[in-house]
T-cell receptor, first 115, second 111 residues
Framework: GAVVSQHPSWVICKSGTSVKIECRSL??????MFWYRQFPKQSLMLMAT?????????EQGVEKDKFLINHASLTLSTLTVTSAHPEDSSFYIC???????????FGSGTRLTIV | QKEVEQNSGPLSVPEGAIASLNCTYS??????FFWYRQYSGKSPELIMF????GDKEDGRFTAQLNKASQYVSLLIRDSQPSDSATYLC???????????FGTGTRLTVIP
């Protein structure tokens, strides 16, 4: 149980385009999802907390107009990287809180490369 | 001071040995503690969680928590080459919805 599906697993886009990443909880309802970014050989950096039916909470230094988060249902959160540039290239990972006994389950991650 | 600190390693152990991974945290209000394993290019996967002081065993893995010392560790017995990965310690503070991650310790098990 407690599976989080993330798509796409990788994407290559031209600079200036927008990219949408989806994160779905498959067998549970996730009122809260988290979006992380991870650069090579670095740890996870929390970007924002996505709450179903309300605005996301962004961490300091993360541009909310660039990283648009939508959590319209209890099973789906999306992250859209708008006007992406090469410096946005990274590994983006979502996770959902499944309840105390399960901890937090991660999606498989999206490798974003902007060329 | 970082919320969660880990020795970045790399830590190398021979196959069959015990690998010991350590983590300290700064907030005494922290409630729950998690160990994740992350293979290169993959997302983290949960190995164990622990809430109470003492030891918790699951197969070859043992998590140890000492709240007085603000210290949590992970022991891997009979280490296998497939255990080679980065191990992330994560902490959930009281009242916080998200996890605070350490920078991870890279473990290499030498055949």
């Amino acid at each position: 149980g407690a599976v989080v599906s993330q798509h796409p697993s990788w994407v290559i886009c031209k600079s200036g385009t927008s990219v949408k990443i989806e994160c779905r909880s498959l067998d549970f309802q996730a009122t809260t999802m988290f979006w992380y970014r991870q650069f090579p050989k670095q740890s996870l950096m929390l970007m924002a907390t996505s709450n179903e039916g309300s605005k996301a909470t962004y961490e300091q230094g993360v541009e909310k107009d660039k990283f648009l988060i939508n959590h319209a249902s209890l099973t789906l959160s999306t992250l859209t990287v708008t006007s992406a540039h090469p410096e946005d290239s990274s590994f983006y990972i979502c996770s959902a809180a499944t309840g105390l006994n399960y901890g937090y389950t991660f999606g498989s991650g999206t490798r974003l490369t902007i060329v | 001071q970082k919320e969660v600190e880990q020795n970045s390693g790399p830590l190398s152990v021979p196959e069959g040995a015990i690998a010991s991974l350590n983590c300290t945290y700064s907030d005494r209000g922290s409630q729950s503690f998690f160990w994740y394993r992350q293979y290169s290019g993959k997302s983290p996967e949960l190995i164990m969680f622990i809430y109470s002081n003492g030891d918790k065993e699951d197969g070859r893995f043992t998590a140890q928590l000492n709240k007085a010392s603000q210290y949590v560790s992970l022991l891997i017995r009979d280490s296998q080459p497939s255990d080679s990965a980065t191990y992330l310690c994560a902490v959930n503070r009281y009242g916080a919805n998200n996890l605070f991650f350490g920078t991870g310790t890279r473990l290499t098990v030498i055949p």
